[in-house]
């Protein structure tokens, strides 16, 4: 049994689709049961849990063998709560290996708040005693359908990055390399890098996306004072305002363009270019 958490998310769903496609016996972890059935269908087993609510866990973890641990991104300590709950009711209910969704720091010491809470609960799971496996991808290529709404009106997007490009990963490759490290061994006890095969920046993401809707789309480069306005003004809470700030930043300074060769290593293939993916997600920006 794998139970797999954040399964209605972006790559959450993605690695339920391919467990179950792969005939894996799995069990989708949800708040909000009515709301994931309409997401993964009425085949996949749903079970209600809240990360909040520790009481809710250890029912829904109950037999499994192997979790796949992927929460929201909240602010400071509230996700390292969350997460922390996480971990101990899979220890009471005897799993057995935790494959964990993080992010990347630089060398050995996590630059940046995303990367320092997600090496907070990486040093959470092993010093848990079960079998672990980081999954650290650099950045997701479907970040982009966030400024999807201002590429169909406006033919652009903003972003305060300048000339600084990202290595980012399709989200449906996390998931690929995520259902290996659940479902064959030799995977404990690593911590993946998930990158693209090359760095782009916003612009030359742009040109790639012009080329496949067939209308020029711009890339404007905008202030950090800006961004964090549109931000708030969208409902981003204020702590979660400034780590995304703080990344930003770190692909503008040209610290996001490392190209890691564990995708490949894990799955024996290339990773999905940008274009591919802006083919698939086409519709989206249309």
């Known amino acids: 049994m794998i139970v797999v958490t954040g399964a209605t998310g972006t790559v959450g769903r993605r690695v339920v689709a391919r467990l179950t496609s792969a005939g894996q016996q799995i069990r989708a972890l949800a708040r909000d049961a009515r709301q994931a059935r309409d997401i993964l269908g009425a085949d996949v087993e749903i079970v209600p849990g809240d990360f909040s609510l520790p009481d809710s866990l250890e029912p829904a973890l109950s037999g499994a063998e192997r979790i796949f641990l992927l929460s929201p991104d909240l602010p400071g300590t509230e996700k390292l709560r969350l997460e922390a709950n996480a971990v101990t009711a899979a220890e009471r209910a005897g799993v057995k290996h935790i494959v964990y969704l993080s992010v990347p720091g630089r060398g050995t010491e996590p630059e940046f708040a995303f990367a320092r809470l997600h090496r907070e609960t990486e040093q959470r799971i092993e010093r848990s005693g079960l079998a672990w496996t980081h999954l650290r991808p650099i950045a997701f290529m479907s970040n982009l359908l966030l400024s999807a709404e201002s590429i169909r009106t406006e033919n652009a997007f903003h972003l305060p990055t300048g000339d600084g490009k990202v290595s980012c990963i399709d989200p449906d490759d996390i998931a690929a390399v995520a259902v290996e490290a659940l479902t064959a061994d030799g995977h404990e006890g690593r911590a993946y890098t998930l990158t693209g095969a090359e760095a782009l920046s916003h612009a030359e993401q742009a040109e790639r996306l012009s080329a496949v809707l067939g209308r020029p ?70």
């Open 217 to 286: 789309i711009t890339f404007v480069d905008v202030p950090e004072a800006a961004a964090r306005e549109a931000m708030l003004a969208s409902g981003v809470p204020d702590a979660l305002v400034e780590d995304l700030l703080e990344f930003y930043a770190l692909v503008k300074a040209g610290e996001r363009v490392m190209i890691s060769p564990d995708f490949e290593r894990v799955t024996g293939r290339e990773p999905a270019t940008f274009t591919s993916f802006a083919e698939r997600a086409a519709a989206a920006f249309r």
